[in-house]
Nanobody
C-alpha cells in the first residue's frame, strides 16, 4: 500500500507564492520520477513539472521561470515552489510518482489565485 499526502495549497493573491509538498509512504522500493499535475474545472489534467531520481527536471511552458520542482529522496518527498502566481494557475494540483511497482496519485490540493 502506497500513500501520497499533499499539503500547502490555499488561496493566494496574484503575484504571490505557495509551496506544495507531497510525502510518499508505504511499500515503496524505488521511485523513478516524481511529478506535479494540475486540473482546472472543465479541463484535462496536465503535467506541470517532473523530476527524476537524479534531479533532472522538465516544466510546462506556462510555468517555466516561475515554478521550481525539487525532491528529497531520503524522505520520499517532492516539492513545488510556485512564485509569481497568476489567476490561470488556479486548479487542483496532484502529486504523482512512478515506482518499480507502478504509478500512484495523491488526492489533490486546491490552489486558488484571486484578488
Amino acid at each position: 500500500q502506497v500513500q501520497l499526502v499533499e499539503s500547502g495549497g490555499g488561496l493566494v493573491q496574484p503575484g504571490g507564492s505557495l509551496r506544495l509538498s507531497c510525502a510518499a509512504s508505504g511499500s515503496i522500493f524505488n521511485i523513478y520520477t516524481m511529478a506535479w499535475y494540475r486540473q482546472a474545472p472543465g479541463k484535462q489534467r496536465d503535467l506541470v513539472a517532473i523530476i527524476t531520481r537524479g534531479g533532472s527536471t522538465n516544466y510546462a511552458d506556462s510555468v517555466k521561470g516561475r515554478f521550481t520542482i525539487s525532491r528529497d529522496n531520503a524522505k520520499n518527498t517532492v516539492y513545488l515552489q510556485m512564485n509569481s502566481l497568476k489567476p490561470e494557475d488556479t486548479a487542483v494540483y496532484y502529486c504523482n510518482i512512478l515506482t518499480s511497482a507502478g504509478g500512484y496519485w495523491g488526492q489533490g490540493t486546491q490552489v486558488t489565485v484571486s484578488s
